[in-house]
């Protein structure tokens, strides 16, 4: 992922394959849960988390901030 900000939404699985594929292509076990955005923020994948609900005015704040401070 490439971006200046990424968000997840919660409970979103994040993988370029299935558990089960990814298990049998490096033949070891996957912990529970290794996909899911929680788990993936705490590695520091995400920049954020947010709820599809206030996710329109979370975007509109950093249009805002970026607008402000020009790149």
Do not use: C, W
Not at 12 to 35: C, D, H, M, W
């Amino acid at each position: 992922m490439l971006g200046d900000i990424i968000i997840a939404e919660p409970d979103a699985y994040i993988a370029f394959a299935g558990k089960r594929v990814i298990e049998q292509t490096l033949n070891t076990t996957i912990p529970e849960g290794s996909q899911v955005a929680q788990y993936l923020f705490q590695k520091g994948l995400f920049d954020s988390i947010v709820p599809r609900n206030p996710l329109k005015g979370v975007l509109s704040e950093l249009f805002q901030l970026h607008a402000f401070f020009p790149l």
